[in-house]
């Protein structure tokens, strides 16, 4: 099987195609690469084909044409389950089991692993230190989280494994401002810490620039621009234009990777 060379792309957008049973496309030619250690932003409005990018990494959606690639490798001859376990996946409303504890929502994928207890138990407790909870929410269930706690759960567990690669789709949309703003932060020296490489799909320009290495700008299934955040800004892209003026003032600051 072709693979790229060892300092080629963690993730591959070759030519992808993704259409709709009904024909319907929402995926238009996309070529798009994802480098080792960066946080790539898919930034757009909904339909622009950034949720559908993102599940093409994991095989959530496979593409009608084209092909992606995983550390070289297609992801259509990847064994699906193991494409998966290797890929930590966050999404906007957790998706936590409720009727499992936050310790075993955590230690899920390691205990489907064949991790023993007490490794399992030693990496809970690690990941809730990382995520800045206390260790005495590990026997407490989702519903008796606020919406930030559940959050980080949901980080603390897409962890769990220590995939290299991680994929997180509008993870901090459902919660208030000043929680957000928080979670923008932690993520931020999460990021500096652990070194993933990470697809984060947002709608927002201000988290877009906070949070991204580059921003891959999308509109109507096509991939418009990819540049950094500072670039981002100085664009004479009629859309990236638009997105900056539409979000008006304080925009340099966002861009400075989190300091504001």
Do not use: C
């Amino acid at each position: 099987m072709e693979t790229i060379p060892a300092n080629g792309p963690v993730i591959d957008f070759r030519d992808v195609v993704y259409t709709l049973p009904n024909g319907q496309p929402l995926l238009q030619n996309l070529n798009l690469q994802v480098q080792g250690g960066e946080t790539l932003v898919l930034l757009g409005r909904s339909g622009s084909g950034k949720t559908t990018t993102l599940k093409l990494i994991n095989r959530l959606l496979t593409p009608s044409g084209g092909e992606v690639r995983v550390n070289g490798a297609l992801t259509a001859e990847n064994d699906v389950i193991r494409l998966r376990r290797s890929i930590g996946y966050v999404i906007q409303d957790v998706g936590l089991f409720p009727h499992f504890t936050v310790e075993r929502n955590i230690g899920l994928v390691p205990r489907i692993e064949g991790w023993p207890a007490e490794r399992i138990q030693l990496r809970v407790e690690e990941l809730l230190q990382l995520v800045r909870l206390d260790s005495q929410i590990a026997s407490r269930y989702p519903h008796q989280l606020s919406g930030g706690q559940r959050q980080r759960v949901g980080v603390a567990r897409a962890l769990a494994a220590d995939p290299a690669i991680l994929l997180m789709d509008e993870p901090f949309g459902a919660v208030d401002a000043i929680t957000r703003d928080q979670l923008q932060r932690e993520f931020l020296s999460l990021q500096q810490r652990l070194n993933k490489t990470v697809v984060f799909v947002t709608h927002d320009l201000r988290e877009a620039l906070r949070l991204g290495s580059r921003i891959a700008l999308m509109e109507a299934g096509r991939l418009v621009t990819v540049l950094s955040p500072q670039d981002f800004l100085r664009s004479s892209d009629p859309l990236a234009a638009a997105y900056v003026q539409a979000f008006g003032e304080g925009l340099d600051s966002a861009a400075n990777r989190g300091t504001s």
